[in-house]
């Protein structure tokens, strides 16, 4: 422990930078043993106040790498609401890891999650961000997303669903275990094989809930139909996060972003054309109406009839080769 050299009488400072130890000041007289043990006494006091002021934020790096992370949820088009529920998650998880530093009850970390919604509407990109989230924030060793369905977990015969579900919880340890339409493994009743995926991960969600999260997700009606035949597994899940469809401004933007990605642009005309395809479909009131597979797979198609509307022309410039027009999209 080091203190500063005091003032020795009228007139006399201290030398700079010099620094020695209260037992180094008793001997040489400047100071009685009674007041070195105040001084080594408040040194400690100080030390020991340390840990609130490292309470006061994240270390740098850590939140640095947060930040860049979520930037990039913030880059997704629409799912505002999705937005604002994974910041009061990564908020809710820092504000705990804190409150532990300074010695504070904190609440049980319990971070499985519902992610209801059609395909298409940005789950499993969510998904994967709060994976890497997690990881950098230390409640994640490895924070990688394991995805998988009924026909992984399930097996064929007794004992062999318990094996295969157990198989699956391995290899998502430390990051996250996604069940795509996850109320299928309900779907046979008690005596279907799935009852036992269901109890094996029920067990895992308490036996590694250290060392892992499970989200289950699926469309909006049978996820909800799934939880409240199984209210004990309800309970299990306390963030529950709902994946609007996309809007037909929003599909836009999104089909803008996959263009620009690729290098192609729209004309003008094959934009309204693409528009009048989007709303039409939105009209239709399809499950995969308002997402952004559709459009991927809009896209996609233009991009093929482009290429042979394009092909047997001998000389192509640059917009030529960028610009998608309206019959690309099967407009004439």
């Given at each position: 422990?080091?203190?500063?050299?005091p003032?020795?009488?009228?007139?006399?400072?201290?030398p700079?930078?010099?620094?020695?130890?209260?037992?180094?000041?008793?001997?040489?007289?400047?100071?009685?043993p009674?007041?070195?043990l105040?001084r080594?006494?408040?040194?400690?006091?100080?030390?020991?106040?340390?840990?609130?002021?490292?309470?006061?934020?994240?270390?740098?790096?850590?939140?640095?790498?947060?930040?860049?992370?979520?930037?990039?949820?913030?880059?997704?088009?629409?799912?505002e609401?999705?937005?604002?529920?994974v910041?009061?998650v990564?908020?809710?998880?820092a504000?705990?890891q804190?409150?532990r530093?300074?010695?504070?009850k904190?609440?049980?970390l319990v971070?499985?999650?519902?992610?209801?919604?059609?395909?298409?509407?940005?789950?499993?990109?969510?998904?994967?961000?709060?994976?890497?989230?997690?990881?950098?924030?230390g409640?994640?060793s490895?924070?990688?997303?394991?995805?998988?369905?009924?026909?992984d977990?399930?097996g064929?015969?007794?004992?062999?669903?318990?094996?295969?579900?157990r198989?699956?919880?391995?290899?998502?340890?430390?990051?996250?275990l996604?069940?795509?339409?996850?109320?299928a493994?309900?779907?046979?009743?008690?005596?279907?094989?799935?009852?036992?995926?269901?109890?094996?991960?029920?067990?895992?969600?308490?036996d590694?809930?250290?060392?892992?999260?499970l989200?289950?997700?699926?469309?909006?009606?049978?996820?909800?139909?799934?939880?409240?035949?199984?209210?004990g597994?309800?309970?299990?899940?306390p963030?529950?996060?709902?994946?609007?469809?996309?809007?037909?401004?929003?599909?836009?933007?999104?089909?803008?972003?996959?263009?620009?990605?690729?290098?192609?642009r729209?004309?003008?005309?094959?934009?309204?054309g693409?528009?009048?395809?989007?709303?039409?479909?939105?009209?239709?009131?399809?499950?995969?109406?308002?997402?952004?597979?559709?459009?991927?797979?809009?896209?996609?198609?233009?991009?093929?009839?482009?290429?042979?509307r394009?092909?047997?022309?001998?000389?192509?410039?640059r917009?030529?080769?960028?610009?998608?027009?309206?019959?690309?999209?099967?407009?004439?």
């Amino acid at each position: 422990m080091l203190v500063q050299f005091p003032r020795t009488g009228p007139g006399r400072s201290r030398p700079p930078g010099t620094a020695l130890r209260p037992e180094d000041l008793v001997r040489r007289g400047v100071l009685r043993p009674s007041e070195a043990l105040e001084r080594i006494s408040a040194e400690r006091s100080k030390r020991a106040s340390e840990p609130a002021a490292l309470s006061r934020a994240e270390p740098l790096d850590q939140a640095l790498r947060v930040r860049q992370i979520l930037a990039e949820l913030d880059e997704l088009i629409g799912l505002e609401k999705v937005k604002d529920v994974v910041r009061e998650v990564r908020a809710f998880v820092a504000i705990q890891q804190r409150r532990r530093v300074v010695g504070l009850k904190t609440e049980p970390l319990v971070l499985h999650m519902v992610f209801r919604g059609n395909p298409g509407t940005g789950k499993t990109t969510v998904a994967r961000i709060l994976g890497r989230t997690f990881r950098e924030m230390g409640v994640l060793s490895q924070g990688h997303l394991l995805e998988v369905e009924r026909a992984d977990l399930v097996g064929e015969y007794i004992g062999h669903t318990a094996q295969k579900t157990r198989e699956q919880l391995r290899k998502a340890e430390g990051g996250i275990l996604f069940i795509d339409e996850a109320y299928a493994l309900a779907r046979g009743g008690e005596k279907d094989f799935g009852k036992e995926a269901i109890d094996t991960l029920v067990k895992a969600m308490e036996d590694m809930k250290d060392r892992l999260v499970l989200i289950l997700a699926g469309y909006q009606h049978e996820m909800a139909r799934f939880l409240d035949a199984n209210p004990g597994l309800r309970s299990r899940f306390p963030i529950h996060i709902d994946f609007p469809d996309f809007t037909l401004d929003e599909l836009m933007q999104i089909a803008g972003a996959m263009l620009s990605q690729r290098e192609y642009r729209l004309s003008a005309e094959a934009g309204q054309g693409l528009r009048r395809l989007l709303a039409l479909k939105l009209s239709e009131g399809t499950r995969n109406a308002g997402n952004a597979r559709l459009v991927r797979n809009l896209i996609e198609a233009a991009i093929r009839r482009q290429a042979v509307r394009l092909l047997d022309q001998p000389e192509l410039d640059r917009e030529q080769l960028m610009t998608i027009e309206s019959e690309d999209f099967g407009e004439r």
